[in-house]
Structure formats: C-alpha cells, structure tokens
T-cell receptor
C-alpha cells in the first residue's frame, strides 16, 4: 500500500476553512484515498473517501489532484469540535477484511 | 445508530495475568479488527477476522490471540500480560463490500503493572 505524508500539526481559526494536505506520490491506480479523524479519547471516525474525482459529504470535501499524488481534506467551517488528529490513508478497496494503515496523522487545533 | 462497544474503557492488570478484551458490534458486519495505539506509532493491526471462527494475523500478533465464536463478538486475549502491552486497544468492524469504512469502538486503555 502507498504510504502517506502529512504535516504533524496545524491550527485553524474557528469558522474558517481547514485545509489538510496529504502526499501519496506512490499511489497506484486502484488505490483509494480515505480520511479518518480521532477526537481525543475516542476511536477513529470515518470522514470521506475517493478514487480520482472530488468528493463531498456532510462532513467534508476531498480534493484529489489530477495526477493523484496528493489530496486535501477541507472542513468548510471549522468548529472547536473539529479539533482532532486527522489520518490520510490509501488502500485498495477489495472484498474481505482490509487492513488500514494509520500513520501518525495531522493534529488539527481549532482556535476560538 | 450503529455501534461498536468494548467491554471496558479502563483496565489495570498485573504482569502474567490472562486478560480478555471483548468487542461487540450490532451492524451484522463480517469483518472485525483489533488494533493497538501507542504515542508516535499510530494504530497497528494485531489481528482481524473476516468470518466466524476465522482469524488472520495483523502486523503485531505476538503475545496475543483472538476468538470469534459469534459474528457480533470478537475477543482479544493476552495469554500472559506484560508491561509492554500497556496501550490503548481499539476494536473495529466493517462490512464485506470492501470500501474500508471501519467503525471503531471507544477503546480500552489497558495498564499492565
């Protein structure tokens, strides 16, 4: 599976958009990009995933570059409750149990 | 509301004790996973199961075993707990479709003295 590189930490002002980058330069054509987050003292929570098109759901938007070597997770209006560690993961989506490799992620702090 | 529950949030055990961590999911998922999480190391997969009575080793299975007798329940067993097994243990489940959305439990923080 392709490895990912994320900045260790970021700050964002409350109400502003939080843009979290992820590099995955060795991604293969059949690998998806997934984002999870982990709020302190809780288990990780799925946010969004995509293959090559940009995706949006009620939580966030995922922008994947045309060459698929990097992506950005966008939280459009960050709140204090979005303070968490955000993990970018790339993995082939296939039937059966799929291991997810969680790196150390980006610690996002939303500042009042 | 979908749920993955774990038997304890906090657990303190002594070196050499046998420890059972229980995980139950109510989503009828085929796949279940046990991870441990340590500072600076992210989450590491210990074992997973894709069906009842089936199990596969993950990245760090040494010192652990698992049991899946029923679809909804996946147990992690530390046969003889050691201090280096002090960690946060996270259980997760997913369906068979393979889109990797895993649902996680709240975690069990295990301390081995």
């Amino acid at each position: 599976d392709a490895k990912t590189t994320q900045p260790p930490s970021m700050d964002c002002a409350e109400g502003r958009a939080a843009n979290l980058p992820c590099n995955h330069s060795t991604i293969s054509g059949n690998e998806y990009v997934y984002w999870y987050r982990q709020i302190h003292s809780q288990g990780p929570q799925y946010i969004i995933h995509g293959l090559k098109n940009n995706e949006t759901n009620e939580m966030a938007s995922l922008i994947i570059t045309e060459d698929r070597k990097s992506s950005t997770l966008i939280l459009p209006h960050a709140t204090l409750r979005d303070t968490a560690v955000y993990y970018c993961i790339v993995r082939v989506a296939q039937t059966g149990a799929n291991n997810l490799f969680f790196g150390t992620g980006t610690r996002l702090t939303v500042i009042p | 509301d979908v749920k993955v529950t774990q038997s304890s949030r906090y657990l303190v055990k002594r070196t050499g004790e046998k420890v059972f961590l229980e995980c139950v999911q109510d989503m009828d998922h085929e796949n279940m996973f046990w991870y441990r999480q340590d500072p600076g190391l992210g989450l590491r997969l210990i074992y997973f199961s894709y069906d009842v009575k089936m199990k596969e080793k993950g990245d760090i299975p040494e010192g652990y075993s698992v049991s899946r007798e029923k679809k909804e329940r996946f147990s992690l067993i530390l046969e003889s707990a050691s201090t280096n097994q002090t960690s946060m243990y996270l259980c997760a489940s997913s369906d068979r479709d393979g889109y990797n959305e895993q649902f996680f439990g709240p975690g069990t923080r295990l301390t081995v003295l």
